[in-house]
């Protein structure tokens, strides 16, 4: 992708991090008519969605309500590209939820540049005319500040290290460690909290900045029996493959895992390319997690969808409990950690991946299947892994609100329960999820209810032109578990740059607008009218 030479003196908004949150945040800056810089560290925007590979988590009443306009508007558009381009059966193309992976994660699974795709189509307007400018391969190293604003970030070319300077009234951090924070000395909130500090009942004795969520390295596969697509033994597979976590019910590279939700021991099981018919899958997350087939569990494209012969075999997403790396902390411990980390997980995903063609067990009663095949041309790297690891979990800034577990969770508020916001700039919902940690500590799924994104969490305490555009909101370590999926970051990105844009129309700073009355009226009215829903009707947690 090219990069402009000439870059504006100054645009309006600067927006750090080119994720689902940042896309939103520039969509909805442009359509004020105001002008913004969209910086993002790889060559493909979208975050979790395209460069990290990861299918949308989605709560039970997506199609029908509880995401705001432009993210539906990018749903259909997903859709619409394989109705247009791929040779669908005419059952699946009548479908008004084409879901085109049939996978049981959500009900909508697809291939990352199908995404890419669209999202780049959203952006196209916006940089034809002018108000937007996409700056890919570049990450933030430096940021000024004076007082309580931040006056400039300096980001660099990964290619080059060419340095840039920019500058802007407003900046959004959308990137996905949140580590502009850090970068400007904006105040922040990293692992977990201890539970003296909002007295959650599952946060730990002690606070442990370290203890973060695992990440993965996702990557897709196709099967195809008889071939032999057996990879190179990884240089630390014997490693892997003893591993042992002292939480887990045996090797981590085995199919008996824990079950999410009560940490009973379940076997998966994994057959490729089933002869199910992918129009009777169903994805209903309050029912049932979906995650006990593992092929079908997060495919991406089932070849039984299109006309015969099209394809000759489906595509699935590896995003499995035997690929999320917890034995290091990707943020807080320097950058020398950080990289081991990314390094401990890509060497992981190699390991999974040669332990599926070779020892894993087969249906059949033998053992491996070498015909499993990874898919570059799917991640759009040469190595066939993810370009970037899924982060489930960022620095969060310290908010004017911070959102707590006494605010949604299912024992503490009931199924219809749940903190009702005065100032609600959207909502969302999904189970509060946290996957095992760097802190040794097992999956903990606990229920929650539909939930509404506080413009509070979206205002720092202090800094008064900085902006969350992401999972960086006024979250704890138990609440990012239900606020870090791919609709609410794009809900918070999108209030984001909305705010950003009303602030500049009006001669006022995001702390007015979140404490006065009639200036939050003002602004929910701009919401209003972009298709942002900002309270649920009467629907049960799970």
């Excluded at 960086?472 to 970051?489: D, K, S």
Aim: aromatic content about 8%; glycine content about 10%.
């Amino acid at each position: 992708m090219s990069h402009p030479s000439v870059l504006p003196a100054e645009c309006d908004v600067l927006i750090v991090g080119g994720g689902l949150g940042g896309v939103a945040a520039a969509l909805s800056v442009c359509r004020a008519g105001r002008t913004a810089v969209l910086t993002e560290e790889t060559d493909w925007i979208g975050g979790q969605l395209t460069a990290q590979a990861v299918p949308p988590d989605e709560h039970p009443w997506v199609e029908e309500f509880g995401v705001t306009a432009s993210y539906r508007a990018l749903r259909e558009e997903i859709r619409d590209h394989y109705r247009r381009w791929y040779p669908l059966r005419s059952e699946a193309a009548g479908l008004s939820r084409l879901n085109p992976g049939a996978g049981r994660v959500s009900k909508l699974c697809h291939e990352p540049r199908v995404a890419l795709a669209v999202l780049e189509a959203m952006l196209a307007p916006h940089r034809a005319a002018g108000r937007l400018t996409v700056l890919t391969e570049h990450r933030p190293v430096g940021a000024e500040t004076d007082g309580d604003a931040v006056r400039a970030v300096t980001v660099e070319d990964v290619r080059d290290g060419a340095r840039r300077t920019l500058t802007a009234p407003y900046v959004i951090d959308a990137t996905e460690t949140g580590e502009l924070l850090e970068l400007a000395g904006v105040e922040y909130g990293l692992g977990a909290e201890a539970r003296a500090e909002y007295d959650e009942p599952h946060a730990p004795e002690a606070a442990d900045p370290l203890n973060q969520q695992g990440i993965t390295v996702c990557f897709a596969l196709s099967h195809h029996e008889g071939e032999d697509h057996t990879a190179d033994r990884p240089d630390d597979y014997a490693f892997w493959r003893s591993y042992r976590p002292a939480f887990w019910p045996g090797p981590l590279l085995g199919f008996l895992a824990p079950d999410p939700r009560s940490l009973a021991p379940v076997e998966r099981t994994f057959a490729p390319n089933p002869d199910v018919d992918p129009l009777d899958v169903t994805a209903d997350q309050s029912a049932d997690a979906g995650d006990k087939e593992l092929w079908g569990f997060r495919r991406i494209l089932a070849r039984r969808l299109f006309r015969p012969g099209a394809f000759d075999s489906d595509v699935t997403l590896v995003n499995w409990p035997l690929n999320d790396y917890w034995l290091k902390p990707l943020v807080g411990a320097g950058e020398e950690t950080g990289r081991a980390a990314l390094a401990g997980a890509r060497e992981l995903s190699r390991s999974v991946l040669y332990w599926l063609q070779t020892e894993a067990p087969r249906p059949d009663g033998g053992t491996g299947f070498p015909g499993l095949r990874l898919r570059p041309e799917v991640t759009g790297t040469a190595d066939g892994l993810a370009k970037s690891a899924y982060v489930r979990e960022a620095r969060r800034v310290k908010a004017v609100t911070t959102v707590t577990e006494h605010d949604v969770a299912i024992d503490l508020v009931g199924p219809y329960g749940g903190t009702r916001h005065r100032d609600s700039v959207g909502v969302g919902g999904y189970r509060i999820d946290l996957h095992p940690s760097t802190g040794g500590d097992n999956y903990v799924d606990i229920g929650s209810v539909p939930f509404e994104i506080p413009l509070g969490a979206l205002v720092p305490r202090r800094v008064r032109n900085l902006l969350p555009g992401g999972k960086n909101l006024g979250t704890t370590h138990i609440t990012n578990g239900c606020y870090r999926l791919h609709p609410v970051e794009w809900n918070v990105g999108e209030a984001a740059g909305a705010l950003a844009a009303h602030c500049l129309d009006e001669g006022v700073q995001p702390h007015q607008v979140q404490a006065e009355e009639k200036r939050f009226e003002e602004f929910a009215r701009v919401l209003d009218r972009a298709g942002v829903q900002r309270h649920w009707p009467d629907v049960r947690g799970y």
